[in-house]
């Protein structure tokens, strides 16, 4: 199965088989990447009375418990509920479509004892007009599965976050666990300036982090399939896929 669409007075060719997962999972078989001093996700049979939810166990099914952080437990797609008092939720703000969005790799640049992603570092790439970026700042091999507690991860200073909501981006994908740093006393300056919040909330835009981008794809413009489980809270797990796009011949 196969698409076309048009980006910008280009049409573009798309393979629905040739999807690209960027997620991590949790649970036995997972990747289990954390942050923030979450612990591991937990997954067990359900006791009901004399019911145990486990074949092996010698019950007819399997039925499991679930317990998870959604910020800490692998791929996941917040809104601004994040950081608002009242409640939101991702599944009531955020839509689930496809769309298009460009893929960039940045360097960070040292500061201190820190790495950050500076906005001079976003101006030195291509910076397509799309409704989603994907920033890639970490080869696949060193990220997928890492527990990032404690490391004091790369993040976004405010003014290039900035210049990507000027840019007009509703959806930033990161492969970093926040888009902040791991310690900021609460703050969470580049969550506010993302949602521009609280002067002129942005309610429709989301932030997906612990995201994995394969060596293998170029920068340049794929199509996004953004979704996650439908889970009334502030951040629920997510399953982003690029597909590729091959411009056709006029």
């Known amino acids: 199965m196969h698409l076309e669409c048009q980006i910008d007075d280009v049409k573009y060719f798309s393979s ?14 997972g990747d289990n990447a954390l942050a923030f001093h979450i612990p591991p996700a937990e997954i067990a049979p359900i006791h009901v009375g ?28 917040e809104c601004i509920g994040h950081i608002t008092r009242e409640r939101h939720s991702v599944n009531q ?8 969005a460009c893929l960039v790799s940045v360097t960070p640049e040292k500061r201190g004892n820190d790495w950050v992603i500076t906005a001079a570092g976003l101006n030195d790439s291509p910076l397509h007009r799309t409704p989603a970026i994907i920033i890639r700042t970490n080869n696949i091999s060193d990220i997928r599965g890492k527990n990032w507690s404690g490391t004091n991860p790369c993040y976004f200073e405010p003014a290039a976050i900035q210049l990507l909501v000027d840019a007009g981006y509703e959806h930033i994908l990161t492969d970093l666990p926040s888009i ?7 703050a969470l300056a580049s969550h506010h300036v993302w949602w521009q ?4 909330p942005r309610n429709h835009a989301s932030i997906t982090e612990l995201i994995v981008v394969p060596e293998k794809l170029q920068d340049e413009l794929y199509l996004l399939n953004l979704q996650f489980a ?10 982003p896929i690029v597909y590729p796009l091959i411009p056709v011949n006029p």
Not at 16 to 29: E, K
């Open 180 to 186: 902040d740093r791991e310690e900021d006393a609460g």
């Open 50 to 77: 004399d019911f145990v939810g486990s074949v092996a166990a010698g019950s007819g099914a399997n039925c499991e418990v679930i317990q998870f952080c959604a910020h800490g437990n692998g791929t996941h797609t």
């Open 93 to 100: 703000l955020i839509r689930t479509e496809i769309m298009a």
């Open 16 to 29: 629905l088989h040739a999807g690209v997962d960027l997620s991590q999972g949790f649970g036995p078989g």
């Open 230 to 239: 439908p889970i009334e809270s502030d951040a629920a797990p997510s399953r």
């Open 197 to 200: 919040y609280p002067q002129n």
